[in-house]
């Protein structure tokens, strides 16, 4: 064999090396450098073309480097390809701007859905795929490996442990994928300590560290105060609790990020122990720490939660209840959104969240016109896992009501996830909650998708809750008698003013469709007099002064 011609099997690590050599003689020896040098550690490890990671969670981001990275000079720096969760901030636009980015694979851009959707317009943005969190994680294990990760801690002591704390988040997961696979971690902290409280991510693990010039930023998404919480979020609460909840005896479940959400949980205390439901149902759940979850928490409906992340202002609640919360020795949290959305996508009964809009088939999407907002963990829990084999009370009950069963499997006995999205007919700007056709056709024609991006199919779709009741979709024996039952809960949108009312009343009559009438809801007394809290000051004496909101929740 010629000798010269031999395969190189460890061309990643002797490129590695070329960069950390470059890198050596900007910073020189050790893993901590100071910040004024951290665009130019970056010129130093980050070559064109490399798939990058910059760390945009749901809450904490890595702020800094996000900003050293948009000022690195794009004729070194170019074409990156940003393999990340969340477009959070602006500067994670800012790279596409400037040049030093062109492609883009994501899970979430709720805070940038606006201004992504006119760069895939304009032609600064290409994008890969939309992926939920789960999805995208496995990627970065196959087909989009960070060539470097540019990360987030608390603190760092001087070997390079890192301390992740009440945010531990995505950091475990795009850590082990970058360094195994030969990458270039470089990790942001707000401290740099001699004794961590506990060593979240190894020294091995990381190759640099820069002391930030003030701590990072953490975004507070699932905080809601219940004072703009309205009397139809309310009924919309009393109908999934009596209609769903109750109906089928749901104890593991995830609440999706809203003010309809926020509501259930509000409501759990008052409307929901006066239905006789406590201990039936909202045991187990995998979820942020809600502040809107305390006043439940306190009166002992919840046994367990595991969190994707933190949520600022909850850390000595979380630290005082650890019971219910998973907590390490050093008695903060401890989250993980990769394990999260593993128990979201095979432990749980029921997902239920929202939405922007339904099709007339139950397809929903958050990709609306204008918008991107991407669909983070829904689709991975707002699905019937296939691989699922363990049995649960609502599981087994939605499995036997399940209309198509018998075409699809026969007599063989099987579950069903529970997948509810509670839906307002019209939302703001009377912008239709309900429509013919996604805009998602629109969005993948303009972004050269493959297919629409949708968050939730409809074939997974279980049950639809709005202010006009319930559709048991999973009930349904057909397709058109599923539509008949979206146009039934659409109210006087262009889909809802297509039921016919024939129909609608045999929906009613199978069951397939309920109103607040049909479950002895008395409508009048839904309004925000049933909430436990009704503002954020009132959550905080819920926790005995535990919980401290954030300075723009302070109203008082």
């Not at 950390?20 to 910073?27: D, G, H, L, V």
């Not at 809601?224 to 009397?231: E, F, G, Q, S, Y």
């Not at 305390?294 to 367990?304: D, L, N």
């Not at 099709?359 to 829990?381: E, H, L, Q």
Request: net charge neutral; glycine share 8%; with cysteine.
């Amino acid at each position: 064999m010629d000798r010269e011609k031999e395969q190189v099997w460890d061309s990643l690590r002797i490129d590695t090396a070329e960069r950390m050599n470059t890198a050596r003689k900007i910073i020189g020896e050790g893993k901590i450098f100071p910040a004024d040098k951290t665009v130019a550690l970056l010129e130093a490890v980050i070559k064109p073309g490399d798939k990058v990671n910059l760390e945009g969670n749901n809450q904490k981001q890595a702020d800094f480097l996000a900003d050293c990275l948009c000022k690195v000079d794009p004729a070194k720096i170019h074409d990156l390809h940003m393999v990340q969760s969340v477009l959070s901030l602006p500067t994670h636009l800012d790279v596409f701007d400037k040049g030093i980015a062109k492609k883009v694979d994501f899970s979430f851009s709720g805070p940038q859905a606006g201004r992504l959707a006119k760069y895939v317009d304009e032609g600064k943005i290409e994008i890969g795929a939309i992926h939920t969190y789960l999805e995208l994680f496995g990627r970065y294990f196959l087909d989009l490996t960070p060539r470097v990760a540019l990360i987030v801690a608390f603190q760092a002591d001087k070997e390079g442990n890192l301390y992740s704390g009440f945010n531990t988040e995505d950091t475990p997961v795009i850590v082990e994928a970058t360094k195994f696979k030969q990458g270039i971690v470089v990790a942001q902290v707000n401290e740099i300590v001699d004794k961590l409280p506990r060593v979240d991510i190894p020294a091995d693990w990381v190759d640099f560290v820069v002391k930030s010039p003030k701590p990072f930023y953490i975004e507070p998404l699932f905080t809601r105060d219940p004072a703009l919480i309205t009397d139809a979020q309310v009924l919309r609460a009393m109908i999934a609790i009596k209609g769903v909840y109750a109906e089928y005896g749901i104890q593991r479940l995830n609440h999706g990020v809203g003010f309809d959400t926020a509501a259930i949980e509000l409501l759990l205390p008052t409307y929901g122990e006066e239905l006789g439901l406590k201990g039936k149902i909202c045991s187990y759940f995998s979820l942020n720490p809600h502040p809107t979850m305390i006043p439940a928490i306190e009166r002992g409906w919840v046994k367990s939660i595991h969190c994707f992340g933190g949520e600022l202002g909850m850390e000595e609640y979380v630290k005082a209840r650890s019971d219910v919360f998973f907590v390490g020795p050093d008695g903060s949290l401890r989250s993980n959104r990769a394990y999260s959305q593993t128990a979201g996508h095979y432990a749980l009964d029921m997902f239920i969240g929202g939405t922007l809009q339904i099709d007339k088939y139950g397809n929903s999407s958050t990709a609306v016109a204008g918008r991107i907002a991407g669909f983070g963990g829904a689709p991975n829990m707002g699905c019937d896992a296939k691989g699922r084999r363990h049995s649960s009370p609502a599981w087994l009950k939605c499995g036997e009501e399940y209309g198509l069963k018998e075409e699809l499997y026969g007599d063989l006995p099987r579950g069903k996830r529970l997948v509810v999205q509670l839906q307002e007919t019209f939302r703001e700007k009377l912008a239709p909650g309900f429509v013919e056709k996604l805009d998602a056709w629109k969005l993948a024609k303009a972004a050269n998708m493959p297919i629409p991006p949708v968050m939730i199919y409809g074939d997974d779709l279980t049950h639809i809750v709005t202010e006009e009741g319930i559709a048991y979709l999973n009930k349904c024996a057909s397709l058109t008698e599923r539509t008949a039952a979206v146009r039934a809960v659409a109210g006087f949108t262009e889909v809802g003013m297509l039921a016919d009312p024939d129909e609608t009343m045999r929906l009613r009559k199978k069951g397939i469709f309920k109103t607040p009438e049909d479950l002895e809801i008395d409508v009048t007394r839904a309004n925000r007099s049933m909430l436990a809290a009704k503002n954020m000051r009132e959550l905080v004496e819920w926790s005995n002064g535990l919980y401290n909101p954030p300075a723009r929740f302070r109203n008082w």
